[in-house]
């Protein structure tokens, strides 16, 4: 199934480009330094651990909080600024929905904002219900969601508006393993198809999956490049042997 027809873009042109990104909370530096570019239709996995700075990073790119040092832009645009909120779609960690509201009517008033409305957003409705396997559900309260329908809800919110570029905090989890391999069959679709993927993991599986990585941890971007690479670099078998590889060597060079 194809849910995008985006115009073809330029494999060198770029989606989203961070210089010298550093963030602080209470005196705590968070991110520090963190410089990357990614080129348009490039599905880009961020790897870490839990409070390693992943979703810090993907808000700043977003426009949802601001970096203390360093730039950020975003298909050429920098980053923040209103416009650009109907140029990408974002799945949050946490789930934005309206609980008294039903599925179809959590969509249709996410679609009005993105300026859908008639028949083209009863299209993307059925289209990105289908994706997310909760075309029987839509006529529920989002109050009787379970936490993974909740998940894919959010999903299809993201989607809706067939966004140039998708940045996606933890997209599966709680989604069973056979619908977690169909949204990731999609979402490698789209990407071929020319639509820019970021999106946050923690799962070694999912990583392998991604176009390239970048490794952060303790809020720095420790290494970028391509699964297989990654781990030729750090001379390892598994990405997750790697990753533990390449955070040694980064901090015995501090």
């Given amino acids: 199934m194809t849910l995008f027809s985006p115009a073809a873009p330029t494999k060198s042109s770029i989606a989203v480009e961070l210089q010298g990104i550093t963030r602080r909370f209470s005196g705590r530096t968070v991110l520090e330094g963190i410089t990357l570019s990614i080129p348009q239709g490039e599905l880009f996995g961020l790897l870490g651990p839990s409070g390693s700075g992943k979703t810090t990073l993907i808000k700043i790119m977003t426009g949802i909080d601001r970096a203390d040092d360093g730039s950020v832009r975003m298909l050429g645009e920098k980053m923040p600024q209103l416009k650009m909120l109907q ?15 039903t599925g179809k009517q959590n969509l249709a008033f996410f679609g009005a904002m993105f300026g859908l409305k008639g028949e ?29 329908m909740k998940r894919r809800l959010s999903l299809a919110i993201a989607l809706l508006h067939e966004p140039k570029l998708l940045v996606l905090d933890e997209p599966t989890v709680g989604i069973d393993p056979v619908l977690r391999k169909s949204i990731w069959k999609e979402l490698s679709e789209l990407a071929t198809q020319g639509v820019t993927i970021i999106l946050t993991t923690h799962v070694m599986d999912e990583a392998e999956k991604c176009d390239r990585l ?16 990654l781990k030729e670099q750090a001379g390892c078998s598994t990405l997750e042997e790697a990753f533990i590889a390449l955070g040694e060597n980064e901090g015995d060079q501090r």
């Fill in 120 to 148: 083209a957003l009863q299209a993307r409705i059925q289209a990105v219900s289908k994706l997310v396997a909760l075309t029987d559900h839509l006529n529920k309260q989002t109050a009787a969601y379970s936490g993974g």
């Fill in 214 to 229: 970048g490794l952060i941890r303790s809020g720095k971007l420790i290494a970028v490049d391509t699964p297989q690479a």
């Fill in 87 to 101: 140029a990408f779609g974002y799945m949050a960690q946490s789930d934005a929905l309206y609980n008294e509201l």
